[in-house]
């Protein structure tokens, strides 16, 4: 029989009346405790699986028949190949996917890879999904295995966070950096064309707090090289741009009057700052329109 002894910091202790012995049980969901010893759930493991079993194990998936399509069975790459890879715009002058493949150190023919470029092949797998999210006919008419379906969407984040990178969405492709890339260096990613920034803060992958700064930088430099023209437009939208991107973060560090804004605050003030951006350039446009009309 056991009766209760005491309980102390997440764990009970039993004493055990017929053998006198003490057995204590932690309360903490992730942690079994049981006569003294203390294992780890299942919810507490790490995986410590190297790179290279993930690759294999990714690979068998994808060059099984893995994808429906018009009726028809594909292996993926058999599907990227015949169906995407054409409209991939960022393919440069490679003919089709495996040509492709071959370059960024991915031979799918053999279980070797080097980190370098199984990274290379998470990047390029992200960046085949986005393409499909993108042309809806393929969105809406492609059916994955279930097993297919788990490798692009769940796994690969993993895999990204375990080996200490993260993925960034701008423009229309997917780039893997380092998560502690140098604000500066990651910047120089960014598209220069005014249209493609602008489209790049509205990206729905776009949420995170970092790239809101990063696009919102790289705004900002364009609309100081015409800084009086736009002050001229609207003097009080164009100092609260100014607070907003100089005290609140996105260059140099947050002042102390906004020390205390949660990180939700702060991407719905950038969020504001963006929208009194567009109407400066708005502004712009609308003067030209009155200078055309009055001309005619």
């Given at each position: ?75 993926y ?22 040509e ?19 990274l ?22 492609i ?21 200490g ?9 997917i ?10 260096n ?6 220069n ?22 696009i ?26 100014k ?54």
């Amino acid at each position: 029989m056991l009766s209760k002894k005491s309980s102390k910091n997440d764990f009970l202790f039993y004493y055990n009346t017929k053998n006198d012995s003490l057995t204590f049980f932690s309360t903490n969901i992730n942690l079994l405790v049981v006569g003294g010893f203390m294992r780890i759930s299942i919810f507490q493991l790490k995986q410590d699986e190297p790179f290279r079993n993930e690759y294999n194990k990714m690979m068998k998936i994808l060059l099984s028949k893995c994808i429906s399509f018009d009726k028809k069975e594909y292996t993926y790459f058999d599907f990227v190949n015949h169906y995407l890879f054409h409209n991939w715009k960022y393919r440069g002058t490679y003919i089709d996917c495996y040509e492709y493949l071959n370059n960024i150190g991915v031979n799918i023919k053999t279980k070797k890879i080097s980190k370098e470029s199984f990274l290379n092949l998470l990047e390029f797998l992200s960046n085949m999904q986005l393409l499909i999210s993108n042309l809806k006919y393929y969105k809406d008419n492609i059916k994955y295995s279930v097993k297919c379906k788990s490798i692009l969407n769940h796994n690969i984040p993993i895999l990204l966070d375990s080996l200490g990178y993260q993925a960034y969405q701008i423009d229309e492709k997917i780039i893997i950096q380092d998560k502690s890339i140098q604000y500066e260096n990651l910047m120089e990613l960014l598209p220069n064309d005014d249209k493609e920034l602008l489209l790049a803060y509205k990206n729905i992958h776009n949420t995170g707090i970092k790239m809101k700064r990063l696009i919102l930088h790289k705004i900002y430099e364009k609309l100081i090289k015409d800084k009086e023209k736009y002050k001229n437009y609207n003097s009080p939208i164009y100092t609260s741009i100014k607070i907003v991107i100089l005290k609140m973060g996105i260059i140099g560090e947050i002042d102390k009057k906004y020390m205390n804004l949660s990180n939700y605050k702060l991407k719905k003030y950038y969020d504001y700052c963006y929208e009194m951006i567009l109407f400066l350039l708005e502004t712009e446009n609308i003067l030209r329109y009155k200078d055309e009309i009055k001309n005619t």
